[in-house]
């Protein structure tokens, strides 16, 4: 009954401490992009965050216990940081770009041809749900196990299916909501 | 007696122990009920992964090296000779202070005797304005587009633009004569009126980067294709000049 894609192996303990980053990077770079991407709607400020969720871990010299979990705990540390000097710096300078920029990168003309209301409904949609439930059904679509959601986010991984499945609710709703009403 | 949700939960996502899965399994078999909760979920979970899908981008290139490369270059590593002088400086400052400590007399007699040597004519070295900066740089990200735009008519002299393995773009000034404002997608320089030869490093894996002097576009790498000013043919490092638009 598995039907989705599992938990990434952790790094060979016997490798350098390098070498296991590596391999961490190389199993986990894309997925927290995308994490982050979804999570943001901002792939530069994305792209930023989980290179430099990797710096620190490289930095810290030794791998964590839970290093998938250290890595998204990290790179949302690194984007709540971020988001707030972005938001004050880009809300002084220019309003209409910060929030667009927080919102949703700008699409291209071809872009909103084809999926640009849909995009926009889901963008809409998701920042409808609290933040914890944002980041729960975002993990688990790139595939994080329960343990890793429940670690990351600090949570209960008993739960984490119950809370999931609201989550995902909430966000069927919402979209639905906005689809409907235009 | 139902499965509840968290349990129809793990078992769609493979989360279940063995002998749950296997009890979980027993009562849908018998449930069209929970049969039908479990088959709701999944299309539902379908639907909602299809319309994340909307918001992916493609990842930057990145490869690790460039992360191990930042990581040292921040860690503050003391060299062993810098350690080796603080511990003989360290051993010199106890035995000066040393109760009975033949030391200090010898400190202060060599004092002395420097003092004395001292031209009283020689100018007092310590008024003197400290030099100027050597070079003047900076490194940005460049994100999926990013400008670097010369003010004119202050940015005087040429450029030499190299394509690196690197992951940020950077700019150097060699003899100090810029200042840089970095601003969303764009980094303006101000060369101050100073002629000199900009270094200009751009990664290999940066998206769209473009060089602007005043109006005019001189340099424009989008994905592996790059477009100069230059005659066709040239190749990398580019020696671009900047020129003030003819008006």
Not at chain 2, 12 to 40: I, N
Not at chain 2, 127 to 142: E, N
Request: charged share 30%.
């Amino acid at each position: 009954m598995q039907e989705r894609r599992g938990g990434t192996p952790l790094p060979e303990p016997n490798l350098s401490f390098p070498a296991r980053v590596a391999a961490l990077f190389e199993a986990h770079f894309e997925r927290l992009f995308r994490y982050m991407n979804r999570l943001s709607g901002d792939p530069d400020l994305a792209s930023d965050v989980v290179q430099e969720a990797f710096v620190k871990l490289y930095q810290r010299g030794s791998l964590p216990d839970e290093p998938e979990a250290w890595l998204i705990s990290v790179a949302m540390n690194l984007f709540r940081n971020e988001r707030g000097k972005r938001s004050r710096r880009l809300r002084l300078l220019t309003p209409e770009r910060g929030e667009r920029t927080l919102g949703d990168a700008p699409a291209s003309p071809e872009e909103s041809a084809i999926s640009g209301d849909s995009r926009r409904d889901v963008r809409a949609a998701l920042e409808r749900l609290s933040e914890r439930d944002q980041q729960i059904l975002l993990l688990h679509g790139e595939g994080y196990r329960y343990r890793e959601i429940a670690v990351a986010l600090e949570m209960n991984e008993a739960s984490v299916g119950t809370l999931l499945a609201r989550a995902r609710r909430a966000f069927r709703d919402a979209y639905e909501e906005l689809t409907r009403a235009r | 007696m139902h499965v509840d949700e968290e349990r129809i939960q793990r078992l769609l996502h493979g989360e279940l122990k063995p002998a749950d899965e296997a009890e979980v399994q027993a009562h849908l078999a018998d449930c069209g009920e929970c049969a039908g909760r479990l088959a709701a979920m999944r299309r539902d979970e379908e639907r909602v992964d299809s319309l994340l899908h909307e918001l992916d981008r493609p990842a930057p290139r990145l490869d690790v090296g460039a992360i191990a490369r930042r990581a040292e270059a921040r860690s503050p590593r003391i060299p062993r000779w810098a350690a080796g002088i603080v511990l003989v400086l360290g051993l010199a400052g106890a035995a000066y202070a040393f109760p009975g400590s033949p030391l200090p007399r010898l400190v202060d007699a060599v004092l002395e005797w420097t003092r004395g040597r001292q031209d009283p004519l020689s100018p007092d070295t310590g008024s003197h304005p400290p030099p100027p900066p050597s070079f003047a740089g900076i490194a940005v990200p460049p994100g999926e587009r990013f400008r670097i735009l010369f003010q004119t008519p202050n940015a005087r002299g040429d450029m030499l633009v190299r394509l690196t393995a690197g992951t940020e773009v950077e700019i150097r000034a060699p003899r100090g004569a810029a200042t840089f404002t970095a601003g969303e997608n764009q980094l303006v320089v101000d060369g101050r009126g100073l002629p000199t030869t900009y270094e200009i490093e751009i990664p290999l894996a940066a998206p769209r980067v473009e060089i602007v002097v005043g109006e005019d576009r001189v340099f424009l790498k989008e994905g592996p294709r790059v477009t100069t000013a230059l005659p066709p043919g040239s190749a990398a490092p580019y020696r671009l000049p900047i020129a003030a638009p003819a008006r």
